[in-house]
């Protein structure tokens, strides 16, 4: 069984300032790693995901993540905020080899504050 | 090319009564998954179903909930005598093969019951 934490509840930021969102996981076999945002009143919109390559990768919106295997994160980063990127942020997890389950975060609320 | 539509957007009901929420996956999608996000948590993972069978409702409470995807129309997620313990907001979400790269998530319904 996978889980994933997410370290901060709430991070304001101010518009035009850099930004990361934290996101660790556990889990004893390899894992696809998500994240997906979710604008109020809103269903889950994928920003990106990491299944191999390279770890850096890049989504929608000027997002970026990083898979770090050995500190088994996957911290969310945006170097400019702005006001519309003012949402909830999940991070989730999927085992390799054919699961279909997502395990998600709790969730982290980004305001960004003009 | 429409996304993965879910309706009711809002469902009221009394305790005692019945919620049915619908789903249409995106085209071409054959396997639904169905996910329940209670206030301040992350989503957890309810049933997966492909046309007329259901592939694994682990997630899904032993009691009052049941879920179905027919040959012909949307999946149905069915809670029977709700109670206020079920008011939360549930997501659909739907892919062309296993799920295992990620989902397509509809805008959810909201469960209020009063």
């Known amino acids: 069984a996978q889980s994933v934490t997410q370290l901060d509840s709430q991070v304001p930021v101010f518009e035009e300032a850099p930004v990361e969102l934290r996101c660790n996981y556990s889990s004893s076999v390899s894992v696809y790693l998500f994240w997906y945002v979710q604008y109020p009143n809103q269903g889950l919109q994928l920003l990106l995901k990491y299944l191999s390559g390279s770890t850096l990768v890049k989504g929608i919106n000027g997002f970026e993540a990083e898979f770090n295997k050995s500190q088994t994160s996957f911290h969310l980063r945006k170097p400019s905020v702005h006001i519309s990127d003012t949402a909830e942020y999940f991070c989730a997890v999927s085992e390799r080899a054919g699961s279909y389950q997502l395990t998600f975060g709790k969730g982290t609320k980004l305001s960004v504050i003009p | 090319n429409a996304g993965v539509m879910q309706n009711p957007r809002h469902l009221v009901r009394r305790r005692g009564q019945e919620a049915r929420l619908r789903c249409s996956p995106m085209?071409?999608?054959?396997?639904v998954y169905w996910y329940r996000q209670l206030p301040e948590e992350g989503l957890k993972f309810m049933v997966y179903l492909q046309k007329e069978n259901i592939i694994d409702e682990s997630g899904m409470p032993k009691e009052r909930f049941s879920a179905e995807f027919p040959k012909e129309g949307p999946s149905i997620l069915r809670i029977q005598q709700v109670v206020r313990g079920d008011s939360a907001a549930y997501f659909c979400a739907s892919s062309p093969a296993g799920g295992e790269y990620g989902y397509t998530f509809g805008s959810g319904t909201r469960l209020t019951v009063v």
């Open positions: 085209k071409g999608h054959s396997h």
